[in-house]
């Protein structure tokens, strides 16, 4: 790995394993669930630790390992570890830090398998979250107790496109003495470095706009080298491993980040504007509207808006239910942040399980459409909206 210190694309690009002998330009995908000691001192040397090199692939691999590499340079971190999915990054983040009688102080509205850690299984290790609401944090204080170990967020919030000031997170952990994690999935390492405001670890679901194209799952935690250590340890035994396969697609996704991101972010802004000027739609939630609350707070901590709109509809389920169904090219998919567009309506599909007054808890109304915006001419997307909203 180079040690000089470049600018975020050439960190990207240029973060590399060692050339083989074959002198390939790309780097190869090491398929090897284990690697060779040369004697029985180099293996006792090697799990002792005294050495650090590869052993086994669900402890690291050489493309995992890069992966790895190029997120810590993009987030600032001292060091990371690669997971199966973002949900094992965020399971195993926690269990590893976490002891029976711990307290989690977290946003109400997280991602939704997140949020059942919290209700469903966490519980069951005497481990108990508090929440607080996204637009009221000048309470968050008021839910710290000395049990209190971890502070815990997602900026911009799914579905809602809610921002949280990251910086009065940092500074409210530092208070508190609490580790704060933020799973900064929709920002992407590109538009926000969470560490910058004082988080001590970032949580990716790669899954996402890192591959960006709809292939692979993958999921990462890069902050702080003890807590880390402490991750690793934990995940290098329980075996939540990125696949070597996963991780060299993903380190290759990375090298066109910034561009697919910046072009993402284009298209999403012009959709926005778009929405926003519709008879049929009642509100429109972009962090670059000018409109939106937190409009002030996304400038100062994302570089652009990200690639996910929100808006309401008129005329609630009823309405939402009827644009989705009359919506011609963009996709009806659970996944979001992909080359190709995606709506969704969550108060009839993902979250319809929920009465209205929980989904009214995570800020969604019944009109509520989330549009991952992509990457196809932005006027195909528009249209296909628009002839949908008519
Ligand atoms: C998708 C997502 C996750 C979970 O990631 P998977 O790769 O699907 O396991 C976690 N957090 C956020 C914000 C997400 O959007």
């Given at each position: 790995m180079n040690e000089e210190k470049w600018n975020f694309e050439t960190?990207?690009?240029?973060?590399?394993?060692?050339?083989?002998?074959?002198?390939?330009?790309?780097?190869?995908?090491?398929?090897?669930?284990?690697?060779?000691?040369?004697?029985?001192?180099?293996?006792?040397?090697?799990?002792?630790?005294?050495?650090?090199?590869?052993?086994?692939?669900?402890?690291?691999?050489?493309?995992?390992?890069?992966?790895?590499?190029?997120?810590?340079?993009?987030?600032?971190?001292?060091?990371?570890?690669?997971?199966?999915?973002?949900?094992?990054?965020?399971?195993?983040?926690?269990?590893?830090?976490?002891?029976?009688?711990?307290?989690?102080?977290?946003?109400?509205?997280?991602?939704?398998?997140?949020?059942?850690?919290?209700?469903?299984?966490?519980?069951?290790?005497?481990?108990?979250?508090?929440y607080?609401?996204?637009?009221?944090?000048?309470?968050?204080?008021?839910?710290?107790?000395?049990?209190?170990?971890?502070?815990?967020?997602?900026?911009?919030?799914?579905?809602?496109?809610?921002?949280?000031?990251?910086?009065?997170?940092?500074?409210?952990a530092k208070k508190h003495n609490l580790i704060l994690i933020i799973d900064n999935c929709f920002a992407t390492p590109y538009l926000q470095q969470p560490i910058k405001f004082g988080a001590h670890l970032v949580i990716h679901s790669a899954t996402k706009l890192i591959d960006g194209q709809g292939r692979v799952l993958g999921g990462v935690t890069v902050g702080s080298a003890d807590l880390i250590r402490d991750i690793y340890l934990f995940s290098r035994n329980t075996g939540p491993a990125l696949s070597p396969f996963n991780a060299w697609v993903l380190s290759k996704s990375l090298e066109t980040l910034s561009v697919r991101v910046d072009k993402h972010c284009e298209n999403a802004l012009k959709v926005a504007e778009f929405l926003e000027a519709h008879p049929n739609v009642n509100w429109v939630k972009y962090p670059f509207l000018k409109s939106h609350p937190q409009y002030e707070v996304a400038k100062k901590q994302m570089k652009l808006g990200g690639n996910i709109v929100a808006f309401e509809i008129k005329g609630g389920i009823a309405a939402g239910r009827k644009f989705i169904n009359t919506i011609k090219m963009c996709s009806l998919s659970a996944n979001l942040g992909d080359t190709r567009s995606i709506v969704t309506h969550p108060a009839s599909t993902t979250h319809s399980k929920l009465s209205e007054d929980e989904r009214l808890g995570v800020s969604i109304t019944d009109?509520?459409?989330?549009?991952?915006?992509?990457?196809?001419?932005?006027?195909?997307?528009?249209?296909?909206?628009?002839?949908?909203?008519?």
């Open positions: 960190e990207a690009i240029r973060t590399q394993l060692e050339r083989t002998n074959f002198l390939e330009h790309s780097t190869p995908l090491y398929l090897t669930s284990s690697f060779v000691f040369e004697d029985a001192e180099d293996m006792r040397a090697s799990f002792t630790e005294e050495k650090e090199r590869n052993i086994y692939s669900r402890f690291s691999n050489p493309n995992t390992s890069e992966f790895v590499e190029k997120i810590c340079k993009m987030e600032g971190a001292e060091s990371g570890y690669a997971f199966a999915t973002g949900m094992a990054a965020v399971f195993s983040t926690f269990a590893a830090l976490l002891n029976s009688g711990d307290h989690i102080v977290s946003a109400r509205s997280v991602f939704g398998s997140t949020h059942a850690l919290f209700t469903t299984y966490f519980p069951k290790w005497n481990i108990s979250t508090s607080f609401n996204i637009n009221e944090p000048e309470t968050i204080e008021s839910f710290i107790t000395s049990n209190t170990k971890i502070l815990y967020a997602e900026s911009p919030t799914n579905p809602a496109i809610d921002i949280i000031d990251l910086e009065l997170l940092g500074s409210i009109g509520l459409v989330r549009v991952s915006v992509g990457l196809e001419h932005v006027d195909d997307i528009i249209n296909d909206l628009k002839q949908a909203l008519n």
